[in-house]
């Protein structure tokens, strides 16, 4: 392993991209990475997908959806579904690594993760929280208290090198939540920013989410310039 600092992660923007190649090319860069390979966040915006994680119980796809395709992945987690007005990142970092603040474990880095997440709520005065035992983030009070807000799930090998990672809803349909069961879950109503109140430019929460994702978990690396993919 290297004893150098590591370069600053690379902050890669694909815009709109399908989830298959996108997938392939996360595998792809992680079975090629070294050691001294930086880490790289892809932010995404995908067409309407369902991912199933590894194990998922297909029994969670109520029907209803047969237009929209299903891609099985080696994530952790059940189904969920992607599509337009989500914020997609991509977490393709190395947590065996010395980093500014210290070697990260996969406990620590979904924590990470989701104060991210609940972090950017907060700066558009959501109040978002998480719930024991179940992976994501979700409103924390009102009449939609419990509706889940944002997703996550990952994989992390053997040696420390994750990838897939964390959604958040923005300005969806959300129609195609109501179609299967939310990360296992029967019956979990899934929200998005608009619906609370808050309409924003998807652009806009892209960037405070990458920034946010960027302080916590790799405070060497800066999201000033989007690196085209």
């Not at 970092?93 to 474990?105: C, I």
């Not at 924590?111 to 979700?138: C, F, M, T």
């Not at 958040?168 to 069961?181: C, S, Y």
């Not at 309409?199 to 960037?207: F, G, I, K, Y």
Request: proline residues 7%.
């Amino acid at each position: 392993m290297s004893t150098t600092r590591p370069e600053p992660a690379v902050i890669r923007h694909l815009g709109h991209a399908d989830y298959e190649p996108t997938f392939a090319a996360m595998r792809t860069f992680t079975d090629a990475r070294t050691p001294d390979t930086p880490d790289e966040l892809w932010i995404v915006e995908h067409p309407p997908v369902y991912t199933l994680g590894l194990g998922a119980d297909r029994g969670h796809l109520l029907g209803g959806a047969a237009h929209i395709p299903v891609v099985q992945t080696d994530r952790g987690g059940e189904v969920t579904y992607h599509g337009p007005g989500q914020v997609v990142i991509y977490l393709l970092m190395d947590l065996r690594r010395n980093k500014p603040g210290g070697k990260l474990y996969a406990r620590q880095f979904v924590h990470k993760i989701e104060q991210a997440i609940i972090d950017v709520l907060s700066s558009y005065n959501l109040a978002g929280e998480r719930i024991e035992g179940a992976p994501g983030i979700y409103i924390a009070g009102g009449p939609k208290k419990g509706a889940k807000i944002a997703a996550l799930g990952l994989k992390v090998r053997g040696n420390g090198c994750t990838y897939h990672g964390v959604s958040l809803n923005v300005a969806m349909d959300l129609a195609p939540f109501t179609w299967i069961n939310p990360c296992g879950y029967a019956g979990l109503e899934t929200i998005d920013m608009r619906t609370m109140g808050v309409d924003v430019p998807l652009a806009d929460v892209q960037l405070a989410l990458a920034n946010e994702l960027v302080r916590q978990l790799d405070p060497s690396a800066s999201v000033a310039a989007l690196a085209a993919a």
